[in-house]
């Protein structure tokens, strides 16, 4: 039995807040175990230069943690003067993940800043800040929505993301930081709604693994992210039944 | 009457949440208002380099607001690549009046950093974090005694912190973001529990001051403190009876 | 008595040499006592941006110091490649204290930059800095009077500062490099012709202080000011009869 | 048919130049179609900090473009003061991919450095960096065996890799940039000599993926891959015989 | 006589490989002995800032060596956030020198990047830079020729460079490394193909020289010189009569 | 005639202000018609990393220019967060100039830093910042001689520097700021007491020169440095007869 008490093929306890920040357009306190992100979503009316003139919006993110959210306090990055390349990695991932969901032509020429502050971190951060940062983004759309400067919601699907791992030898749902920090393999899943993959990162740094591994590893993320996505719902209430309206042509 | 209602003398409600971050020695969520500040104290057993071999302990506080915490986003210091000015001078305040109260020479060889994260700016953020750092700090403080570390708590005296201002020509305590931006005369006080000066930070930018102005606004700042020290109060429950126990000879 | 004779309300020895560097619109090297600060003003005829279209001016400082204008050499910032906590302090405040002698309507869309250069430093380089930049400013907008690009001098008032604090249980004006650093209380003043007070900045790291003690210090500081007056006055001969001219209506 | 004309499970043109620098310890100049990578590996007698006294090695990598590797001019990240997020995600990658195959305990406490240097682009430059990066490293550590600092070589499987993509619905082997901007999937895959995965990096940003689709293009890098390792052993020539004898007992 | 066995007088065996890299307007591989250098020139239809409006063109050029061009493994500057001193200096005086033999106002408002890497060092880096990357910069230029975006070849002569310097007394053509590290006196030399000077940088740190000494090291310079132009000739084939053609009238 | 009525061979007035700055070791005042310099030498006990344990000391310099110094003021190399690279090359130029008279085995191990601040230019600061601060050099060593750390001073001759260039046709000597920018053909000569060149930096972008012209320049150089020496001696007293005896052997 894991350290929690949990199944090999269970969840945290998972909780969503949403309206956690009064300033941002979209927001929510997310909470899987003891890991807590805060995800804000920043609408703006313009994008980034590469995409200026195309008649399409933009979805970024960046992530960040606290000095004090780990065990042993982590300089910042503002201290350093520069990003590591863990941050980096994570950041350019968020923002690929939610891109995957939205329709960015639906969007117009605005964008949506997801930033998804780590303030307690036990394992999962870059997989809950995913997970946080569709809320909020979704809150926040449906802003434009409701000020009809959109119609209907640019969202194509949910979106959630989990890790699993294989820790001692068996295949294992949402690592927390002492299995992650055992675990042989190492794979962070990115699904949306509808059971596709958006993203999968595995990686046997310390025990290259086989397709069969691999297999059971995406069939754990699969049930993990169904689940998850049920949470989101309630999290978004009457907005849970936008998601969708905007799907591709 | 002010906008939400309060005597021009009145504090805003203030919440203490104690031991809010797992991994810190110390740590609280502060709210003024509208205003919400994580402050965590992490002790490490070294010293900076130009405090290495003096047989004292060191005091430092680093300050950061996330990227939504105001109405307008901000971008990252951290991808701007260096702290800003304000950043700076706001982290320095918060530690030089940390210091004022604490027994370097009791606390030994060792430091205690003081991480002052705002999730939510409404006015009154680097006050809000020296009211809040002192009970990180006593929290992180008394670990050390119940360690065994240390025989009895460094720490002379209380220590909060306030903002004062003159708005539309009258004298106001604690101001929030509306009242502040637009003050002629803005004012931050840090004062011990017994009633002395720490720091006084008054500025007149848009229209200096006379001697009588300074002595009303100060007279303010005290009533203001002597409330937040009794919740400080509360909030350390059986450690506040410790503060003071460590007076400098 | 005081190390080089003084009594303890008494400045050091000051000399303001106008129109010090030939490339700037107006410039000074002023000394009091061993501290020397070369300040030269520049008027560009644009505004930064976040002062576009206002119809108003800006008037904005920088601070360095020369590597061995202290006893011990500095590294200079630019081999650091960022700019100190203190440095970015003080070039704030520099900046502060003189817009709020300035009246920026009246200079128009331009902006006035202060750099105050410290070539030799013995305490109180930030009060000094501010003293003569207030010279070299009224020597630059003078031009533009002269020019005709503005009818009368946009400054509404005198301006000077001094640092004040306390030494060995004594209240001293005017701290040099020795005095300033076993000082237990340190405070910085700056102040109008007027006697009105536009920065009080006092800060008692190594020892709280009371409300008596604040106000012995500020009248020592106001005596310091009303002679560095003074000396401004002579060092800007006919252009001292302009100032006062452009008082905010 | 593809627009070099080759199948769709088919590998570019390879070619690995061993001892292309002759400073270095190990180093290729590797070319896949019109990709071209100089790859080195240097040797150093000390491992990073955060490795000390470990009485372990350490193996890292960077990566770099030359500014017109490109059909367009990159600004250097040396002239930009900072690394790239896809830069830094890439080092790492490489870096993790080869310590997989390492017995970093047989190494000794030294590290190799892989710089991974991309003279010409035109897809892959990832996964064709992994993949000359592991004969520079065999070759390098081929010395250390021969000097007799080793008693045998600590690598102990082959390492190759491959990107897979899925582009106008067609699942296609080793995209090159014509192709990859193309893909609605894109894939990159390392894989050891003895057919077990290392990373597995799938990202459907533009249209997400079926676990079908997903072993369909595994399937395809598994087959270019092991092509790969044929012509990693020609270019080791009796090198090629030594590897797999430091296998972790 | 010298360790590889040439005359005091003689250059390196030299190699030009022109077209060396498929996407840059021009580009070569140069080889001076074991010293390797890729130069590519970028053209692009547009001019720095200050070069604004003037209807002319402008020439730069940036150098960097990889990090294992070297005996011992350099860090990359990028990693170091900033370009040192060397680099700085290098590349002003590639680009100066290119200048002096291109008619600007010909070029018109475009401009011509000439970006040299050095892959393998041994000695006169920065002067075979030079004499590899004005032959890069004729073939890019020859191609706005063929294009009919100009009528002719906008330069105005030939171009090349070599090192002397003073070895154990001796004075030397074209010093490799161990040269280099040795000699008392060292001169960078760049002449035109008419035989007239466009860089004199001697420099006598270890042993000053007189000037009898400074005109064997310059007779020495341009013998080499010539020798480099006829190479530069056979590698731009068709090409190279054109060189002269855009003389300044 | 010269805009300044100077003869073509002829010096600006150049005036040395020794013991300039109170806290350094050495330090002076130079000026040489408009353009100023303030040089200080700071001895550290110490040298930096790359040249310990080998018995010798180091002789660095920094360079600056105060933003106003210039005609239009340039922004602070600190706020840009890094030096520009003619700075650079410039106190590279400064720093080899130096160590060229100086015998670092007998300074033992210990290192002067010659910072030399523009404080007013109008041309030739490199050249002005060389002749200053070998003075201020020798005023330091010549303390270490006084205080018993060495038994004479280790410089082996005089060192000056001076600018030549040839404008519209004709060689000068001793650019000023307008004729410096019209030059065609700009040398900077750094020359010893005893006639021998240290450093020769002929630039042609806009027009390359021939030998007979390199020569006529040198020849005013020359001259110039004479002149330049005399006044050196002037300035160091009777310090300036112990220049020479520390010549290496």
Chains 1, 2, 3, 4, 5, 6 share one sequence.
């Not at 920043?42 to 970024?60: A, N, Y």
């Not at 791992?165 to 927390?176: E, F, Q, R």
């Amino acid at each position: 039995m894991r350290a929690d008490g949990r199944q090999n093929d269970q969840l945290r306890p998972m909780k969503i807040t949403p309206h956690y920040i009064k300033h941002a357009e979209g927001s929510v306190l997310i909470e899987v175990g003891e890991t807590k992100v805060i995800c804000t979503a920043t609408v703006e009316e313009r994008v980034p230069p590469f995409m200026k003139g195309q008649g399409k919006g933009w979805v970024t993110a960046e992530y960040s943690m606290l000095p004090r959210a780990t065990q042993v306090r982590n300089q910042r990055e503002a201290a350093r003067g520069k990003l590591g390349g863990r941050t980096m990695e994570i950041q350019r991932l968020i923002g690929r993940a939610l891109r995957s969901v939205v329709n960015l032509e639906a969007l117009g020429e605005r964008s949506v800043t997801l930033d998804c502050d780590v303030i307690q971190a036990d394992g999962g951060t870059r997989t809950t800040s995913i997970t946080g940062a569709f809320v909020a983004m979704a809150l926040a759309m449906e802003k434009l929505v409701a000020n009809g400067k959109l119609s209907k919601l640019p969202i194509t699907d949910y979106l959630a993301s989990v890790s699993v791992g294989i820790v001692n030898g068996k295949p294992l749902l949402d690592l927390m930081y002492t299995e992650d920090s055992q675990a042989h393999v190492d794979m962070n899943v990115v699904m949306t709604g509808t059971g596709k993959f958006v993203e999968v990162q595995g990686t046997g740094e310390e025990a290259p693994f086989s397709r069969e591994e691999l297999n059971t590893l995406l069939a754990l993320a699969e049930g993990g992210i169904n689940t998850m996505v049920e949470e989101q719902k309630k999290a978004l209430g009457r907005v849970s039944g936008l998601i969708g309206a905007g799907a591709r042509a």
